[in-house]
């Protein structure tokens, strides 16, 4: 049990580390590969754009499902529309993609039903150093957008950004209402990507997203400034990570106070799903060593079945850990690195130097495909488990914007209460799906684990 | 209505993806329905198999992001 506690603080360091970097992921509908270079080109256009290019989430007064980053029901009509200093009006067209990728994205800012939480923000920009305050500073409004811009930060959509201009003051400034806003600019012929603007003394200056590690290949890149913050997320894994620790330790504890009794409360619960991985997942696959490794199996199992069903409870965070792409990187780079290091030589034969096969289709076919694999199996690792979570989020947020787009938001209130209905039923069925989907997901990335280990440690025979 | 032809690739490798996952359920089913008893080794092999499949139409799917 000892071990088990181990490995599930070393997933949860690495992934901790992981989140900091983390993007949430692009929020523009298209994904593309250049926006690095796009970043520049964006620069030197601060004003005088073509408005009507933007939209993103109405600004209505809805209040969403269980994916809710915020709740966006406090908000007067009147001042929905306004429109601001810069020209930019509150109000847009629904625009559902984009509601529900920035729901589901990281944040900033932990909202619970309507009630919105700051959390500790280190911010780290290269030659201006580290600002380590609370979001709180932010006076984030209803949609997340922060009425205060914080040394030159601003909160946009739950997400911390940092104005471009370095014209901009420090300190703490008064942005006013509906200040924060995101466009959509062209980036290269027909593509169009989503920035963060802020409207201070009747000019738009334009904020940078954080940067992420990956490179570009995810639509981030390398940006002004680093996130290193708990955020939404962060913090969700540490309440599991606390929870199963709390579950495991004492169901330890009572194994011994209670020798040779039944099992008693969670135990009962905890024990059956524990003893089904371990001899279905794990055993078949990894032989007389299944001791060895079973700790690190069991222990992302219960993680990522945790951090699943955490982020399923409604208006509670509305975490989406495990389909966040760079939470399930750390996870797959831990299964290829214990899968790495456990091989033995008959597996490294295998994969470099196949027996028994001519040495020019070893060459030109064998090995290459082999060494390719060593790193496809991780990243489908990675992408399965995003991909599952992910699409079940997206549909219920899909779902629950079908009100908002009968309803042309908000023009059509019978309409909307009408699909609202159908809505929730479909929602609910959907959830039940998602339910089914937290156990099955965990059980495949544990069991695909176990059995690249296992093949990694296999006997010649 | 716009859109791309990356669409149509990630479109037809869920296609694939749902053929194979289709005829994975069905034989296991069969095999489940000719030996009952084997039910636990058939349902994880199906599930292992299901989420083989799968990765490969994600990794489609992912590409047809990547080049859009």
Known sequence: MRKYILSLCCIFCLSVFALAQHDGHNHDGHKHAKETQATDHQNHNHEGHDHSGHNHGSHEGHDHGSHAGHNHGTHSDGEGHATNACGHSGHHEFNPGETAFHHISDQNIYSIGPFSFPLPCFLYAPGHGWDVFSSGRFHADAHGNGEKAYNQYILCEGVARRVLDASFPTGEVDLGHHAVYTKQLPIEKGKTKEYAFVCYNGKEWQADTKSTADAGMFGGGITSFYDFSITKNVLSMIFVFLFLAWVFMSMAKSYKVRRGMAPKGITNFIEPIFIFIQDEAVKPFLGHKWQKYLPFLQSIFFFILGLNLFGQIPFFGGSNVTGNLSFTAVLALLAFLVTTFSGNKHYWEHTLWMPGVPAIVKILVLTPVEIMGLFIKPLTLMLRLFANITAGHIVIAIFVGLIFIFGQSGANPGAAYGTAIGSTILTLFMMSIELLVAFIQAFVFTILTASYIGAAVEEAH | ?68
């Not at chain 2, 996952?21 to 069905?26: D, H």
């Not at chain 2, 989420?51 to 047809?64: K, R």
């Open chain 2, 1 to 68: 209505m716009t859109g791309n032809i990356a669409a149509i690739g990630a479109a037809l490798a869920v296609i694939g993806a749902a053929l194979g996952i289709g005829n994975i359920g069905g034989k296991a089913m069969e095999a489940i329905a000719r030996q009952p008893e084997a039910v636990n080794d058939i349902r994880s092999n199906m599930i292992l198999m299901a989420a083989l499949i799968e990765g490969a139409a994600l990794i489609a799917i992912i590409l047809a992001f990547f080049v859009n």
